[in-house]
């Protein structure tokens, strides 16, 4: 069980600061992405979705109320170097397949960056690692459903059920296509 703590009312997202988001953060399994410096980075089943300004995807957020869990993720002054890693990692990887998923490049960056190395796959491993490390600063909620006492329970799922969803968007997507 992953129990994220005192999960506040979504505000704005900061210049220069590094969020973990998580999307549709109420299902199994959720979709994730990055945000640095307002730039949004995220692997789908279309391919790497690089340095998309994230008010675009605040636009979608919100206009179809999705369920989203930020966390802001504590970073030493890097501009240029975040920057940098967040294009050439998920530039570097091709689109979603079963045997891929969104948290690879973020696994990734986040192992670049900290030297992070979750201890249990999935999210919930890299949400436990990062609050082990102390590295969320912040997480609050946008369309979101918390406990009176602030608090969200991420949940559970495994390896199986990632790759089945990914398996039934390509299928979605192949029939839109074609």
Not at 22 to 45: C, E, M, R, V
Not at 158 to 168: F, K, M, N, Q, T
Request: net charge neutral; proline share 6%; with cysteine.
């Amino acid at each position: 069980m992953t129990l994220i703590k005192q999960v506040n009312e979504f505000g704005e997202i900061k210049p220069d600061k590094l969020y973990l988001i998580i999307f549709h953060a109420d299902k199994k399994p959720p979709h994730l992405g990055l945000i640095w410096n307002k730039l949004y980075f995220s692997l789908t089943i279309k391919g790497s979705e690089i340095e998309i300004p994230f008010d675009e995807k605040l636009e979608l957020i919100n206009k179809r109320s999705i369920p989203c869990l930020f966390l802001e993720i504590k970073t030493a002054d890097k501009s240029s170097f975040l920057l940098k890693e967040l294009t050439e990692i998920f530039s570097s990887y091709q689109p979603l397949t079963n045997k891929t998923s969104c948290l690879e490049p973020i696994g990734e960056f986040f192992y670049k960056l900290f030297q992070l190395k979750a201890e249990a796959p999935l999210l919930h491993g890299m949400i436990d690692a990062l609050q082990k490390q102390q590295l969320i600063i912040e997480s609050f909620s946008l369309h979101l459903k918390r406990t009176d006492n602030k608090t969200f329970e991420l949940p559970p799922y495994d390896a199986g059920e990632v790759s089945e969803r990914i398996r039934r968007l390509i299928l979605l997507e192949q029939n839109r296509t074609s």
